[in-house]
Each structure stands twice: as structure tokens, then as C-alpha cells.
């Protein structure tokens, strides 16, 4: 474990922190002034690699060939010249941090980053964080890499869980979720959605699956699965000759001998995927929602009367049904996309920069 200190004073700014891996919701921004919770679970960090804030270039702007040097293949609307590697935390996690009003950025409600960290170190003034909590986006702090250094502390971490303990203690992530608006308490009436963390990872993961694809048309298996990907698959993919068939794999699932593309879920800790023992095209997906894919929880068809049936053990009313069609989350699908050296490739090319016309027309 490890605490975060002020490179100018030495001051702490963080409790005891284990680092786990970025959450594909990152950098997600979710409707339209919905408050999203926390990021970071209590007591973790995560390495961001890539470069985000101030300054900002235009894509126009970028010299030939220093895009894909800074892994990006394919048209963005911005590259950003700050500092990669920011240390990302839960905004409790922060101590001995005092924020600067005046560096709000462009944000409505809160904080949004844009202008440049906007927490300063309480005992030498050093600016030393961003502060992230306005509407729509998740609640985070994260610590400048050239204003922290790290120093380890006592009490050795017990390392990455086993597959097996992670299906032990059963962390999915529901598919749906209330959702308040910006500075309002949740109320009954409030509506659901699809759960942000799901439509992220369905972007995420669907930018793996047409490369996987080679441009074939991808049967996917029927249920959840197939509202998170069967629409935009057969909207981006061509019609006719034979499907690849993609199937959900990963530690407990039985083999899958004749499946040309595995559903398999990364690690939340590590973030490496879980590999098979024969080589196969492998698409990721977060643990918390690969988890209720492969077990949904199981509910009663039809709410009933009377006592309680034999081995019914709660009887609270069923979760409320999202009526809207399973939206994915385009923005971090064209981000992956366009990360993936494969994107040169003309058909995949074409499809990263026709996506918005794919959008606006209602295809998506």
C-alpha cells in the first residue's frame, strides 16, 4: 500500500491506497445532468496512461505521425499536451488538499478539470490535484504525477484475488440503476437507466468485437448479451454469409470447442483479461458486468399473493424495467477504436469516421 505526499513539502495527501486498474467508465460523461457517484472504490487508486487536460490541440493541429506515436490511430476531435500517468482516487481518499475555486473550468454544477488541477497541497499552496464532480460526469480526484511521489507504508497488500474468489464474492454490477438528477435526492420516483458502467463497457468492448469480426457479420448469444451488442452489430457489420459466433467464456463457464470469439472478463485489480488454455480471439469486458451475463440473477416471472412459496426468501417488489433501447456509449467506443492500431484498416476507418452520421440518423 501506499500514500501520496506533496513532491515540494512532503505533506500527505492521501490515505493508505492498492492500486487496481483504470475502470473502463473512466472518462465517460453520462446523460444530461444526472449525478453519477464515486469512481474509485474507497481505499484504491489507478494509473491513468494517457494524457488528459490542458493544453489542447486540434486534431488539425497534430504534426503527421504524432498521433500514432501517442497511440491514437485514428481522427479525434483533441489531443491533449498534459502530463500522462495521473493517479486517480476516490475524492474521500484525499487529505491535507484544499480546493481553488477560481480553476472550475467550463463545468456547470461542480468541477470538471479543464482548466488544470484545481486542488492545491493545504500546507505549501503547490497545485497538486483535479477535482472532478460535476453533472454527468464520475466523482474523482486526480493527483498531478509531477506535483506527488508515492512512499509505501506499513502493511504488505495480500495481492491480486483468484478467479475463484472473485466468482466467491459474486461483485456484479446490476444492468440498471436509479439515477437522480444534479443536486437532488433520490426519490422512488426517480427514473432508471441502464446502468452508465454497462453502456461504457458495451462501448468499450464492441470496439474489440468488430476487430475480432474481420468484417464478418458476429452472432451473439441471446438475453442481455444481445441487447448490449446484436443491434449495433448488425447495424455496422454486412448481412449474409456465414456469422462468427461469439459466446461469453471465462473461469467456472464450461469450454466453448467451436466458438470463434470469447466474451471473457478482465481483471478488476490487474486488469488483464482471463486467458483459456487454447489460444482464441478474446474480447474484455469489466468482471462486474461479465459476472451477471454468464449468472443472472434470477427473478419471479409474475408478483404473487399470499405467503410465500417454498424457498422464496425475500419477497421486495422486482427491479423496475428500462423500457428505453440499450443505448452503447460512443464516445468511449470511438476512443478504444481509435487506439487500436487495427483502425487503419479501410473498413474499420471508414466506420470510425461515419459513426456520427450513424448516430444522428437513429441506426444507433
Not at 469512481?39 to 500514432?68: F, H
Not at 471465462?250 to 483479461?273: E, F, N, R, Y
Request: proline share 12%.
Amino acid at each position: 500500500m501506499f500514500v501520496f505526499v506533496c513532491v515540494r513539502c512532503g505533506s500527505e495527501l492521501t490515505a493508505p491506497l492498492s492500486q487496481v486498474a483504470l475502470p473502463a467508465h473512466a472518462r465517460q460523461k453520462y446523460g444530461n445532468g444526472l449525478q453519477l457517484p464515486v469512481l474509485m472504490e474507497s481505499g484504491t487508486y489507478a494509473m491513468d496512461p494517457e494524457p488528459w487536460g490542458p493544453p489542447w490541440r486540434r486534431w488539425e493541429e497534430v504534426v503527421p505521425g504524432e498521433a500514432a506515436a501517442r497511440g491514437t490511430h485514428a481522427p479525434v476531435h483533441a489531443l491533449s499536451d498534459g502530463v500522462s500517468g495521473a493517479v486517480v482516487i476516490a475524492p474521500g481518499a484525499t487529505r491535507g488538499a484544499v480546493l481553488v475555486p477560481e480553476k472550475r473550468g467550463g463545468a456547470c454544477c461542480g468541477f470538471d478539470g479543464s482548466d488544470g488541477p484545481n486542488m492545491a497541497c493545504a500546507a505549501c499552496g503547490l497545485l497538486v490535484a483535479s477535482r472532478i464532480d460535476d453533472c454527468s460526469l464520475w466523482q474523482a480526484v486526480g493527483l498531478a504525477p509531477n506535483a506527488v511521489r508515492h512512499l509505501p507504508v506499513e502493511g504488505a497488500d495480500a495481492g491480486p484475488s483468484s478467479w475463484a474468489d472473485l466468482l466467491a464474492e459474486g461483485a456484479g454490477v446490476p444492468p440498471t440503476e436509479p439515477i437522480a438528477s444534479w443536486g437532488e435526492p433520490f426519490r422512488a420516483s426517480d427514473r432508471w437507466h441502464w446502468s452508465p458502467q454497462w453502456v461504457a463497457a458495451a462501448g468499450q468492448a464492441l470496439a474489440h468485437l468488430l476487430v475480432a469480426s474481420e468484417g464478418r457479420a458476429v452472432a451473439v448469444p441471446d438475453g442481455l448479451t444481445a441487447k448490449m451488442f446484436r443491434r449495433a452489430l448488425d447495424t455496422l457489420l454486412p448481412a449474409g454469409g456465414p456469422r462468427r459466433r461469439a459466446v461469453l467464456a471465462g473461469p467456472g463457464q464450461p469450454a466453448h470447442d467451436g466458438a470463434d470469439i470469447l466474451l471473457v472478463p478482465s481483471h478488476p485489480q490487474t486488469g488483464k483479461a482471463w486467458t483459456p488454455a487454447t489460444p482464441a480471439r478474446l474480447v474484455p469486458l469489466p468482471f462486474g458486468v461479465w459476472l451477471p451475463l454468464v449468472l443472472p440473477e434470477p427473478q419471479l416471472p409474475a408478483p404473487s399473493s399470499g405467503p410465500l412459496p417454498d424457498g422464496v426468501l425475500r419477497d421486495d417488489p422486482p427491479t423496475p424495467n428500462v423500457h428505453d433501447v440499450f443505448r452503447i456509449d460512443w464516445e468511449v467506443f470511438r476512443r478504444t477504436l481509435s487506439r487500436l492500431p487495427v483502425v487503419r484498416t479501410p473498413w474499420l476507418r471508414e466506420l470510425h469516421d461515419n459513426l456520427t452520421q450513424h448516430v444522428r440518423t437513429g441506426l444507433l
